[in-house]
């Protein structure tokens, strides 16, 4: 579940564990769940029951459809990642690289990479004593904002599991940030402001992203991320129908996790407490 969970770390349930034994999983929820043959293990529900669930190029498609996150989804298991990122006072973009999903925790050696194409920027702009204008370039799209005097403004951009997403708004406090994910929100809107379908074909680089404000703002801080980049079971399988008692669970770096692609879907009885949100 890394880079959210590490080693050493301590999960707490909610107020009351034992009403979890009664609600019915959601999908990006963590739960702690007991896996055949071993004790406990804390997953993600990617696959509710009566579900066809596949990876499909990295994304999580659950019948014949992409399942797109929703900003806090996004914040909660994107990675931050190094990148040639041109950042001025006037703009911020990322520059044309590969990205792979890889990260500084993982320490395991000859293991195969794979290209992320879910690749975006989270900024943080700060506007004087006029109106400002934001504007995002995001692949073939180009986004406006208008932004009060006095403010501090977050914005999210990027390429997302099929699709073209942005968001703005306005940061009334300084962020909850942790040295192992600096430059990540604590708290976001529910919904995105602009979502298309991104119709680039399979193994194309990541969309272009481009943050540029006008004169009377300025950027305050740029930080590149990608998305959880799925990868099929050891043995090839990609797709599963899950029976009306199963989940499908997996973890936040799926070159490093043993999940359902090893154990395969998993009873209701297995999911045993639900693990809040911490951010």
């Known amino acids: ?37 071993r004790g406990s293990a804390i997953k993600r529900v990617a696959g509710l029951p009566l579900e066809a669930v596949e990876i499909r190029a990295g994304d999580l498609v659950v019948n014949e459809a992409v399942v797109r996150k929703d900003p806090a989804e996004l914040v909660e298991v994107a990675i931050p ?12 973009r990322i520059g044309a690289a590969e990205v792979l999903d890889d990260d500084a925790f993982a320490t395991e050696v000859n293991r195969p990479l794979e290209a992320v194409r879910d690749v975006g920027l989270m900024t943080v702009l700060q506007t004087a004593t006029a109106a400002a204008r934001a504007t995002v370039v995001l692949g073939d799209a180009t986004l406006h904002w208008r932004l009060p005097p006095q403010a501090r403004i977050r914005l999210i951009a990027g390429r997302l599991d099929g699709h073209l997403v942005a968001v703005a708004w306005r940061d009334s406090a300084a962020a909850t940030v942790t040295d192992r994910r600096p430059g990540f929100p604590g708290a976001v809107p529910a919904a995105w402001s602009f979502a ?13 992203c481009e943050v540029h404000v006008s004169d009377t703002a300025a950027i305050d801080e740029a930080v590149a991320w990608r998305d959880v980049h799925l990868r099929p079971a050891a043995d090839g ?3 599963w129908r899950l029976d009306g008692e199963s989940f499908l669970m997996l973890g936040d770096f799926p070159s490093g996790s043993i999940d359902s692609r090893t154990w395969g879907p998993l009873p209701a009885a297995a999911l045993r407490y639900r693990v809040p949100r911490s951010r």
Do not use: N
């Open 1 to 37: 579940m890394a880079p959210g969970l590490m080693p050493g770390d301590v999960v707490t349930t909610g107020w009351l564990p034992a009403a979890d034994l009664l609600r019915r999983p959601r999908r990006f929820e963590c739960w702690i769940v007991v896996p055949p043959g």
């Open 81 to 92: 990642v190094t990148l040639p990122l041109d950042v001025g006072r006037r703009h911020a």
């Open 196 to 208: 298309e379908p991104c119709h680039e074909p399979p193994g194309a680089a990541a969309s272009r």
């Open 237 to 239: 399988t990609t797709s």
